[in-house]
């Protein structure tokens, strides 16, 4: 059998305050054993769980490996809006005239996600 993929692991300088904000983006929850100051806190939502741990270094370059999302109960216009209400920042927009494309954020210590179209929306144009 192979292996499974139990969390999908970031460094980061504040474990409690960015998986906060990943439970929220991802209507997750923070574990309940987890507090701030602690050396690492674990997500866990629907799609993925998420473990974030503390580390010396700030990050100095592009992620090699992010997140794609994509929004379940909202437009992807919608989706951008509320996750930079929730302190994330738009870096890239390569949202196309006929719908394709993406937007690159980063989320509160400068992590890239994509948030691309929703199901609906690649219904409506034929693309689920």
Do not use: Y
């Given at each position: 059998?192979?292996?499974?993929?139990?969390?999908?692991?970031?460094d980061?300088?504040?474990?409690?305050?960015?998986?906060?904000?990943?439970?929220?983006?991802?209507?997750?929850?923070?574990?309940?054993?987890?507090?701030?100051?602690?050396?690492?806190?674990v997500?866990?939502?629907?799609?993925?769980?998420?473990?974030?741990?503390?580390?010396?270094?700030?990050?100095?370059?592009?992620?090699?490996?992010?997140?794609?999302l994509?929004?379940?109960?909202r437009?992807?216009?919608?989706?951008?809006e509320?996750?930079?209400?929730l302190?994330?920042?738009v870096?890239?927009d390569?949202?196309?005239?006929?719908?394709?494309?993406?937007?690159?954020l980063?989320?509160?210590?400068?992590?890239?996600l994509?948030?691309?179209?929703?199901?609906?929306?690649?219904?409506?144009?034929?693309?689920?």
């Amino acid at each position: 059998m192979a292996s499974l993929v139990r969390h999908v692991t970031i460094d980061c300088a504040d474990p409690h305050a960015l998986a906060a904000f990943w439970a929220q983006a991802l209507d997750g929850t923070v574990g309940e054993d987890d507090n701030p100051g602690d050396e690492e806190a674990v997500v866990n939502s629907e799609g993925a769980s998420l473990l974030f741990i503390r580390v010396p270094e700030g990050k100095s370059v592009k992620n090699r490996v992010h997140l794609d999302l994509q929004p379940q109960d909202r437009s992807r216009d919608e989706e951008v809006e509320r996750l930079v209400a929730l302190g994330a920042t738009v870096l890239a927009d390569l949202r196309r005239p006929d719908g394709t494309g993406w937007v690159t954020l980063a989320d509160p210590e400068g992590n890239e996600l994509c948030v691309e179209r929703s199901h609906a929306e690649r219904v409506a144009t034929g693309a689920a």
